[in-house]
């Protein structure tokens, strides 16, 4: 059975920062927290259809008695295990020590620090610094991943972190949650729907409330018939979602040709090209894909394109293409999702 790389766990989305930037719009306020044995159900029905739990949020380290326990009985299940956290609980060496202790302990692999100035205005690098370096001297792989803006480089977010043995990643900042009342200067936009394949619409979440959707964080605002809106496990059991996810055909598309896939598959149609109306300007791949498959009626197009005789040739050669780029690395990786691991 295909499986999924990796499936995302919103233990919570309260923060202690409340980043400009946030799709999520987390904060100290947000109080949603999933119930500890409804997390349980999760983690053995995702031991069945992925390699790795990611825990995300929010914050995960606010609950970190829940996460250790969760992260010891998912690796009772064979799984491999992530946090994503973006370092606003740290408090002093000890303290981080013991944190990052009781992770390793319960079995943690990888550990995605978060850092920015967005989250710089509320919390001192320092911190973020610190624990890259207890979680590397742990044993932990350690991930630090920084959004792309206008107004500030990567690089310039990862020099704090030079000399130490982490993995440096970059996200383009997405005009969702929080960031939408950024101002426009801090976006990088072009004319035109924008090309780039999506490597992260087949790593699921479960928010807390149960709800499930495609990628973690873009994806958040979906709502049914949007294909990225993959279920609620309060009502089906997470299985039946997974496993719907990874028969989608448009997610198929999304993962090997990106957005910009499913827009030329649009344009072929006389009603896609009809009833899609192109932005002005497009800060990413993501607006481009909500824009789509959060119309019904583009959404139908599509599941009637993608449900045709010649529907399994068109998802097979774009799974040739992607294998294809992946080998020459000829068209970037647009994914945006700011907290998959
Ligand atoms: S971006 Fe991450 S660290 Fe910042 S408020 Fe959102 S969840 Fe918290
Ligand atoms: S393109 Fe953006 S919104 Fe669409 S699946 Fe990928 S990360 Fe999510």
Redesign the pocket.
């Given at each position: 059975m295909r499986k999924y790389e990796v499936i995302g766990l919103m233990y919570t989305r309260s923060?202690p920062?409340?980043?400009a930037?946030?799709i999520?719009e987390?904060?100290p306020q947000v109080k949603e927290r999933m119930r500890l044995q409804h997390a349980r159900t999760y983690v053995q029905a995702i031991a069945r259809f992925g390699s790795m739990l990611c825990f995300t949020?929010?914050?995960p380290f606010l609950y970190h008695r829940e996460v250790a326990t969760l992260i010891g009985e998912a690796k009772s299940f064979g799984l491999e295990t992530s946090i994503v956290t973006?370092a606003?609980w740290v408090r002093g060496e000890s303290r981080t020590r013991a944190r990052i202790a009781e992770m390793v302990e319960a079995g943690l692999n990888d550990l995605c620090i978060?850092w920015d100035q967005?989250?710089e205005a509320f919390s001192n690098r320092e911190r973020a610094v610190m624990l890259a370096r207890i979680a590397t001297e742990a044993g932990l792989s350690v991930k630090v991943r920084s959004v792309i803006s206008a107004t500030r480089s990567s690089e310039e977010d990862h020099q704090a972190f030079a000399g130490l043995p982490v993995e440096l990643q970059t996200n383009q900042l997405v005009q969702l949650g929080r960031a939408e009342s950024l101002p426009a200067s801090h976006f990088l936009f072009s004319d035109e729907p924008p090309k780039g394949v999506c490597s992260v619409v087949f790593s699921p979440i479960v928010e807390p409330d149960g709800k499930v959707y495609a990628c973690c964080g873009p994806s958040h605002y979906s709502r049914k018939p949007s294909p990225l809106f993959l279920g609620d496990a309060a009502v089906e059991p997470l299985d039946d979602i997974l496993q719907r996810g990874l028969n989608d055909p448009i997610l198929e598309i999304i993962y090997n040709l990106g957005p910009y896939g499913l827009y030329h598959l649009l344009m072929d149609e006389p009603i896609g090209r009809e009833r899609f109306e192109k932005r002005q300007t497009y800060s990413g791949i993501c607006e481009l894909c909500l824009d789509i498959t959060g119309n019904p009626e583009l959404v139908q197009v599509l599941r009637e394109r993608l449900s045709g005789k010649d529907a399994q040739r068109l998802v097979l050669a774009s799974a040739l293409w992607r294998k294809e780029r992946d080998r020459a690395k000829s068209v970037p990786d647009a994914s945006q999702a700011?907290?998959a691991p």
């Open positions: 923060c920062l409340a980043c930037h946030c999520t987390s904060s949020g929010g914050e973006g606003g978060s967005y989250h700011p907290c």
